[in-house]
């Protein structure tokens, strides 16, 4: 089956970078629109980022200017660069993607998360 893995969470000061990797695994024949998302304690989980199967970008506003989505569809990975963190980007990241796999119909399927900690 489809797997989607994230890695590249961690610990990091305000004002830090970090990188962001999901990588799809499995019978996938395609993938269409992918994103990120992200969930802080006692907030509703909210879309970061999106990204077209054509590499068009779009971002929510909280981090226009300093997020950067993409995707190497040769490799089924997409990746979030995210500069200039600030506390309020403390959540657990999640991947999630539109495939088809073997299935007739293309399915939504999300990773199990990433944990991005900014802190002093």
């Known amino acids: 089956q489809v797997q989607l893995v994230e890695s590249g969470g961690g610990l990091v000061q305000p004002g830090g970078s970090l990188r962001l990797s999901c990588v799809a695994s499995?019978?996938?024949?395609?993938?269409?629109?992918m994103a990120w998302y992200r969930q802080a304690p006692g907030k509703e989980r909210e879309s970061v980022a999106t990204i077209s199967a054509g590499g068009r970008g779009d971002y929510a506003d909280s981090v226009k200017g300093r997020f950067t989505i993409s995707r190497d569809n040769a490799n089924n990975t997409m990746h979030l660069q995210m500069n200039n963190l600030k506390p309020e980007d403390t959540a657990v990241y999640y991947c999630?993607?539109?495939?088809?796999?073997?299935?007739?119909?293309?399915?939504?399927?999300w990773g199990q998360g990433t944990q991005v900690t900014v802190a002093s």
């Open positions: 999630t993607a539109n495939i088809l796999s073997i299935n007739v119909e293309p399915f939504n399927y």
């Open positions: 499995g019978i996938i024949f395609s993938i269409n629109d």
